[in-house]
């Protein structure tokens, strides 16, 4: 296992357009989580699955925003009619549980330019 | 809401010094953990101390936990050139998702 993959690694779209981003967590992980992160600032907490099941989701998931995790494995985030503010790394984690002393793993990020 | 911050934003300091940075918490843990990040690259994670220890150890890094004061320190003793990132600490939350809470990060530089 290779680790967490995302993918694409960047991605340039037009203000309006739709986009889409992959992560692959590792296998034995259950938790998937999307952070969001800009210039100078830490990760902030988007959504989270458990298995397939989208169990939380952080007010900054406008309804322009949708994630999936189906059968439990990869999952996808979609941006619906993307605007400039959207622009942003994309980072997804994955881990077993956290509060019984385990960390998460982090892929290597999307970064989306909204022009 | 931030449940870490981190201290001081941004550290520079020659290579072959020690490097300190600081982290306060708002909430009771079971773990703190702290990560790195590279510019423009995912997270790393470095090390994750418990609720009932005080100091860890790896490598060159050492780090404290003061769970009356809410808060921790992470040492980077003899930095490198490398060690050049972004720090971050965070702490899971323990209710619901569990998700790590992120500070805004210390802005690490290591000079030649």
């Known amino acids: 296992d290779t680790g967490v993959s995302q993918n694409p690694r960047h991605k340039i779209t037009k203000r309006g357009q739709n986009v889409t981003f992959r992560c692959d967590p590792i296998s034995e992980h259950n938790r998937l989580y999307w952070y969001r992160q800009t210039l100078g600032q830490g990760p902030e907490f988007l959504t989270y699955?458990?298995?397939?099941?989208?169990?939380?989701k952080s007010r900054l998931l406008s309804d322009r925003f949708s994630a999936e995790r189906p059968k439990g494995s990869f999952s996808t985030l979609e941006i619906q009619r993307t605007e400039q503010g959207d622009s942003a790394m994309y980072l997804c984690?994955?881990?077993?549980?956290?509060?019984?002393?385990?960390?998460?793993?982090f892929g290597q990020g999307t970064r989306l330019t909204v022009v | 809401s931030q449940q870490g911050e981190e201290d001081p934003q941004a550290l520079s300091i020659q290579e072959g010094e020690n490097a300190t940075m600081n982290c306060s918490y708002k909430t009771s843990i079971n773990n703190l953990q702290w990560y790195r990040q590279n510019s423009g690259r995912g997270l790393v994670h470095l090390i994750l101390i418990r609720s009932n220890e005080r100091e860890k150890h790896s490598g060159r890094l050492r780090v404290t936990l003061d769970t009356s004061k809410k808060s921790s320190s992470l040492l980077i003793t003899a930095s490198r050139a490398a060690d050049t990132a972004s720090y971050f600490c965070a702490t899971p939350l323990i209710q619901g998702a569990q998700k790590l809470v992120f500070g805004q990060g210390t802005r690490l530089t290591i000079n030649p």
């Open positions: 984690a994955s881990s077993g549980s956290l509060v019984s002393n385990t960390e998460a793993f």
């Open positions: 699955f458990q298995n397939e099941a989208q169990l939380e």
